[in-house]
């Protein structure tokens, strides 16, 4: 009787609240995209830098970096992304944080499992960027947590909730400068003294929506590396590519 119930309230839900393209706004059948949006979606796939995993316009063979991993290398070990940041992703993300999208949660996490599958089978525990409480209390959930909740699960890779604080709030790094942005995230990032144990000694990846500078993912790769991690990843729905084909 329940199953039966609950499958009539979704029927009568798609038929009063059509779910809708992410992007078009046209009715699809289930989570996400319309065919045509789809279509337009730019997957980053090989070759890429294997440190910041931004796509190569060519093979240069196994282990290659780009002048820019060498030139200002990360804190964190790697990073990797599902999608580049265009405007079809654009336009996804911002459904997802400020639309209340949250149906496009788990379809952006299986997206993301699949894009750090390497990543994924040497990680101890998943870490998703935390925001600070009063934003997360404004926006009333944290979108990195929600992408890792599906990540684990389809992974088998433990989430932790406890291994990374936000300690202070910074200004939105909206139309800040590289420079500018890293110095905004200073002191922002912290491993409390409860969440130590989940730290120390173990592979972690940082899990969040978008990588534009890194300055975010480098400030918590540093918190957590400073606490005892062992080696910190990246791991994305969407970066940022500068150029239409070429690595930043």
């Not at 780009?66 to 993300?93: F, K, L």
Request: charged share 20%; net charge positive.
């Amino acid at each position: 009787m329940a199953g039966a119930l609950r499958t009539a309230f979704s029927l009568v839900a798609d038929v009063a609240l059509p779910r809708l393209c992410a992007s078009c706004r046209e009715p699809v059948s289930g989570a996400g995209l319309c065919p045509a949006c789809w279509a337009k979606l730019s997957f980053i796939a090989p070759p890429y830098c294997e440190r910041l995993g931004i796509p190569f316009t060519y093979d240069p063979g196994p282990g290659i970096l780009s002048m820019e991993a060498i030139a200002d290398p990360p804190a964190y070990h790697r990073a990797r992304a599902a999608v580049r940041y265009d405007a079809i992703a654009r336009t996804i993300v911002h459904a997802f944080k400020y639309g209340d999208r949250l149906d496009l949660a788990p379809t952006m996490g299986r997206w993301m499992a699949t894009a750090g599958a390497a990543l994924l089978r040497e990680a101890d525990a998943l870490v998703p960027v935390p925001l600070h409480w009063r934003r997360q209390w404004a926006r009333r959930f944290n979108q990195s947590a929600l992408l890792a909740e599906t990540i684990a699960a389809a992974s088998a890779v433990p989430l932790t909730l406890r291994a990374l604080k936000r300690i202070r709030a910074t200004p939105q790094q909206v139309g800040l400068a590289r420079a500018a942005r890293a110095q905004n995230l200073q002191g922002a990032f912290r491993v409390t003294p409860e969440g130590k144990p989940e730290v120390v000694g173990r592979r972690l990846i940082l899990i969040d929506d978008v990588l534009t500078s890194g300055a975010t993912m480098d400030a918590c790769a540093r918190a957590l590396l400073r606490a005892g991690a062992a080696q910190v990843d990246a791991l994305v729905f969407a970066r940022v590519v500068a150029g239409a084909r070429n690595p930043i």
